[in-house]
């Protein structure tokens, strides 16, 4: 069967049908022996959930799978490839195993048969779970090398599957009809279509579709088809046979690397990315904040002494994961399931919030104690010493206060703001026993070194008079060691680079066009109107304050408030306000833009452009532990449609954390923090593209709809109203411009990506908790560095505690695409261990110098297991 969790009905209405369709299942494999396999959609989360209502049916359900009747696994939930970033496919994979050996075996085969688009890094890890096969559907088309259906797919690092396309989806054998014509109607024109591009000539009818019962009568159908078609053989047969015929003739197989997004035979939906942008955005959120801050912060807490809450970190993964499904991180559901979408992210990202402030304030909490001072503790979650600005608060009962590191050296601060605090808030506890002096909280603004991958302690003294940053001279521009930055009267920018003299202008220019399509695709209207923001006064205003110059723009963009006001042009009674800040802070080599939209307006699309003083025939963006090379416009554009494509391959593409464009000199990277789509078009209209154009928002009214502009024929999903698709209200989107000199690989521009997702971590420690926490000795040192590496080469993924063992997990990837990189990271603790391992976390029998990384293949990522 194929188990969407939930799409246009909710997780509960198919929870209800699961566990009768379960039960059903269950006894008809326990009593046919005739019966041999029943595949459960290759996600464990469908069985959780079965056990969630039927625990005690656990010994059945494993009773079955360890007879290898019921086939399980490998995932926890069915991904998606292009949406959710590497480690979060890593984390699927290997709950959805370890659930697997908890029953019995998993099924070894990448098996997403309805995920929208393949990434070309799932060979890679695939194999970095014992896996060489892969079963799919969408994607394919010939321009990938070959017109077969089963091939070669590599990674770019050399990783190999086998791979199996279902070229007419997963469910062509769904409700086989038993009589002769109704069997005749449908296999006749699917048999051809089957077995001209196979090179086994195996045809498979996987008898099962989405929330489909087991076809109780299946045998009978079965007699039909030999009865009807007495030249070819019938066999309930299992995906692991179907591989074992293709390995045969292994010698024929072509060879294909890359990713699959072609939409000429079955659709990928190309413009998902940015449907329910407040969805994705927290999904981002979550991601960036479990893997970069979360987890390496509870491995620094471990090799102190504390405990690496495994429980909990995996809760908030499941909780994520159960979004990762295509039609739930693609946000094509209805309303109410959107709903639940949005309620697991606010439960995994409070969870990861609160558990990222326990472990900074155990670690704070157990350092000596300075009499008279509370304590900034500064945490550094890169492999590389940070010396950076950074934006925090104190809470102090005190009207000044100095600050000073751990030798007493003064450390110079900028006071951005301040304001009085209930001392209620702080500790219930002081207002019981009658004192109600309030506290006062300091925005302030610091610049002082990080250890790298560790941490280190300011001490804050009260009534005592710090060294207080002045006000630097005021002027007309943003300005520091690499940037001058003009706000133009029209509220755009206008950059001179100083390492290259390349001046980048009319950047952050915002477009708001139409979007006639669904929450699978955008479309433009057939009566296109395009509204921009320098069509409107802006006000514009820029202050100097401490470490940051600062600009700040706000201005209103009257646009149509619906489809039809805009394809009649009848008016512009919507609109979007845009209140937009750019930070440049000193010695920082990216400009800090925050953009909070009130959007009042339906069916429309809004993007922001990045102008760029070169024209551009590829782009570079970063996929699952690498970078991509994609052309900036598809030639086939031109044709597509007299070509038969099911949708118009637009070169509108995702990124998880950046993507760049370059010439010989330079260029200009924009690293976003969960906006995820781009495209490159051209500034003057024409076919030279040179502009980065990012989506801030699509809104959309329907899940489905029929007949678009750049996808023809039936809707795709079904056409439900979801007016919460629409996204008015307000959206915050943060992203940072990067200029940088030489190619992106010399730039670091993936590290720097990193960095940009992984600020500063800061924690305040006063003598006052909402919620008390027992101490024990206060023996930790005020500063410590776990590790470091140099910023160049190799790109951290992940540190963690090992699931199962008193062991650290450090994985790194090189991004790269066409050079190999060696590496090594140093550890200031004794390593007794060292060992290269599986992404499951097996150690490999690889042999590997000490705190080596030995050669990283291009795009290739390596996980090592550390003993202290």
Not at 337 to 350: M, S
Not at 370 to 398: H, Q
Not at 446 to 465: C, D, N, R, W, Y
Not at 573 to 597: F, T, W
Request: proline share 4%; hydrophobic share 35%.
């Amino acid at each position: 069967m194929h188990w969407d969790r939930e799409w246009y009905f909710t997780t509960e209405e198919s929870r209800i049908l699961l566990v009768n369709n379960m039960e059903e299942i269950m006894t008809r494999l326990e009593n046919d022996p005739d019966y041999k396999y029943y595949v459960l959609d290759g996600q464990t989360a469908v069985i959780e959930d079965y056990f969630a209502i039927k625990p005690e049916n656990k010994e059945r359900i494993k009773a079955l799978v360890e007879a290898g009747k019921l086939i399980i696994g490998p995932w926890y939930s069915q991904t998606d490839t292009m949406q959710v970033s590497g480690e979060s496919i890593v984390r699927n994979m290997l709950y959805g195993m370890r659930d697997c050996l908890a029953l019995g075996q998993p099924m070894k085969i990448g098996y997403l048969p309805d995920s929208f688009s393949m990434s070309s890094q799932l060979p890679m890890i695939y194999n970095g779970f014992g896996i060489d096969r892969a079963m799919f559907w969408r994607g394919c088309s010939e321009r990938h090398g070959t017109n077969k259906t089963e091939f070669l797919w590599q990674s770019n690092d050399g990783s190999e599957v086998t791979a199996q396309v279902l070229p007419l989806g997963y469910a062509i054998g769904k409700y086989l009809p038993s009589d002769e014509d109704g069997l005749r109607a449908r296999l006749d024109k699917y048999f051809p279509v089957l077995e001209k591009p196979s090179v086994t000539k195996d045809i498979l009818l996987p008898n099962g579709h989405d929330q489909m019962p087991i076809q109780n009568d299946i045998f009978e159908v079965m007699d039909k088809l030999r009865e009807i078609y007495p030249d070819r053989e019938f066999l309930m047969s299992r995906f692991e046979d179907v591989f074992a015929r293709i390995e045969d003739k292994r010698s024929e197989l072509d060879t294909i690397k890359g990713e699959f997004n072609d939409g000429k035979y079955m659709r990928v939906h190309r413009t998902i990315s940015s449907t329910r942008m407040d969805i994705k955005l927290i999904h981002a959120e979550v991601e960036n904040k479990i893997v970069n801050i979360l987890e390496p912060l509870a491995a620094i807490a471990w090799t102190l002494g504390f405990e690496y809450h495994h429980g909990l970190i995996e809760k908030m993964w499941k909780e994520s994961m159960k979004n990762h499904a295509h039609d739930s991180i693609g946000c094509c559901c209805s309303d109410k399931v959107h709903a639940e979408i949005l309620n697991r992210y606010i439960l995994a990202d409070d969870m990861a919030s609160n558990l990222i402030t326990f472990y900074k304030r155990k670690i704070v909490d157990h350092m000596p104690a300075r009499k008279g001072c509370d304590k900034l503790a500064l945490f550094n979650l890169s492999p590389y010493e940070r010396n950076e600005v950074v934006n925090t608060t104190i809470t102090i009962r005190s009207q000044s206060f100095s600050l000073f590191d751990e030798h007493g050296n003064p450390v110079e601060y900028f006071i951005q703001d301040q304001r009085e605090i209930d001392p209620g808030k702080i500790d219930r506890q002081i207002v019981h026993y009658g004192n109600y002096d309030p506290f006062v909280e300091y925005d302030i603004q610091i610049k002082h070194p990080v250890p790298a991958m560790g941490f280190t302690t300011l001490h804050v003294q009260a009534e005592q008079s710090g060294q207080y940053k002045a006000v630097e001279k005021q002027g007309d521009v943003l300005e520091n060691d690499f940037y001058r930055v003009a706000v133009n009267n029209n509220g755009t920018l206008s950059i001179f680079d100083k390492e290259t003299a390349m001046t980048y202008d009319q950047v952050l220019r915002i477009e708001d066009g139409s979007d006639d399509g669904d929450e699978y695709d955008y479309s433009p209207s057939r009566k296109e109107w395009l509204l921009y923001s320098d069509e409107f006064e802006a006000q514009t205003t820029i202050k100097y304050e401490g470490f940051q110059s600062v600009a700040q723009i706000t201005l209103r963009m009257q646009v149509p408030e619906n489809l039809s006001q805009r394809e009649e042009r009848t008016g512009q009674d919507g609109y979007i306000n845009v209140s937009c800040q750019v930070v440049l802070k000193q010695g920082s080599r990216r400009i800090e833009v925050r953009m909070e939209l009130d959007n009042q307006a339906d069916d429309h699309r809004v993007r922001v452009l990045i102008p760029t003083p070169f024209v551009s025939d590829t782009v570079v963006a970063d996929n699952q532990f690498g970078l991509i090379t994609r052309p900036t416009n598809d030639p086939e554009m031109e044709n597509w449609e007299a070509d038969g494509w099911k949708e118009a391959p637009v070169p509108v593409y995702q990124l998880m954390n950046v993507a760049a464009l370059e010439n010989s000199k330079g260029g200009m990277a924009i690293m976003t923090n969960g906006l995820r789509e781009f495209e490159v078009i051209s500034s003057k209209g024409d076919e030279e593209r040179d502009t980065f154009a990012l989506t801030l928002l699509r809104g959309v009214g329907v899940l489905g709809k029929e007949n678009l502009v750049l996808r023809p024929g039936r809707p795709s999903g079904i056409k439900i109203p979801t007016p919460d698709s629409q996204v008015r209200g307000k959206l915050v989107c943060e992203f940072s411009l990067f200029g940088f000199v030489g190619n992106h690989i010399d730039a670091n521009i993936m590290a720097e990506a990193r960095d940009n997702v992984t600020r500063i971590e800061c924690y305040n420690k006063i003598p006052y908790n909402a919620m008390k926490l027992n101490v024990g000795e206060q023996n930790l040192p005020l500063s410590y560095s776990l590790l470091s590496k140099a910023k160049t080469g190799a790109v951290l993924s992940v540190l963690k505690k090992a699931e199962d063992d008193n062991a650290l997990i450090l994985r790194v990837y090189n991004p790269a695409e066409s050079e190999g990189v060696e590496d090594k990271v140093v550890f200031n603790r004794y390593v007794s261990a060292w060992n290269e391992a599986s992404m499951d976390e097996h150690e490999l029998p690889t042999q590997v110098d000490l705190c080596s990384f030995g050669l990283l293949k291009p795009c290739q990522a390596k996980s090592f297991k550390i003993a202290l």
